[in-house]
């Protein structure tokens, strides 16, 4: 397969030409990619992901969420959005819609990626709804995340997840009206006002 990026200002034919194809991409070459493009791109086993451009709903809910997380972990710990990108493990990194952690010490925060996550979040994408509630459900619990919330704007629920061995098990799903509680924080989301998020 050949090489699936569009032209980038600024990038050549030549340079288009001379990056890997699909199936071939290293960590190397990926960080260096996505440190040089403004498309939110994500990597699995060497082929490269590109994700849908955010809507101004599920990036209102993003940055809904992401406040509340902010203001609930205070000083202690330290929460992001993307694009971060989130290193699972070799050959696969992630760039979640909001990760956290409880301390901002936390030796997985690098600064170029970070090597773990204590939660993260991802808001479903109406083109690929199963991307969000099954493979990165199996690759967040592959990589250890204790908490995975899934937020799904089309039918207006949150799940939250957490793991129970090497798998996730659900500890609540939350509809409007609700307060989407966390598993292992005190932590609590209104739900209609999630969805309700306008900038």
Not at 60 to 75: D, K, M, N
Request: with cysteine; proline share 8%.
């Amino acid at each position: 397969m050949g090489n699936p990026l569009p032209a980038q200002p600024g990038w050549s034919q030549h340079l288009l030409d001379v990056l890997p194809a699909q199936g071939q991409w290293s960590d190397g070459a990926y960080l260096w990619l996505s440190g040089n493009t403004n498309r939110l791109v994500e990597l699995d086993d060497g082929v490269l992901e590109f994700g849908a451009t955010p809507t101004e709903k599920h990036q209102a809910i993003v940055r809904y969420f992401h406040s509340l997380l902010r203001a609930f972990l205070g000083r202690e710990g330290i929460t992001f959005f993307a694009p971060l990108r989130l290193r699972l493990r070799s050959g696969r990194f992630r760039e979640p819609d909001v990760l956290a952690l409880r301390s901002r010490h936390d030796p997985r925060r690098g600064p170029e990626y970070w090597t773990g996550a204590d939660l993260v979040m991802e808001v479903v994408s109406p083109d690929d709804p199963q991307r969000d509630w099954v493979t990165k459900r199996a690759d967040y619990a592959a990589a250890g995340i204790p908490e995975y919330w899934i937020v799904d704007p089309q039918q207006e629920r949150v799940c939250v997840l957490t793991l129970d061995g090497a798998d996730y098990r659900e500890h609540g799903e939350f509809g409007r009206g609700t307060l989407a509680r966390s598993a292992a924080w005190p932590l609590e989301v209104p739900v209609s006002d999630l969805f309700a998020a306008e900038d």
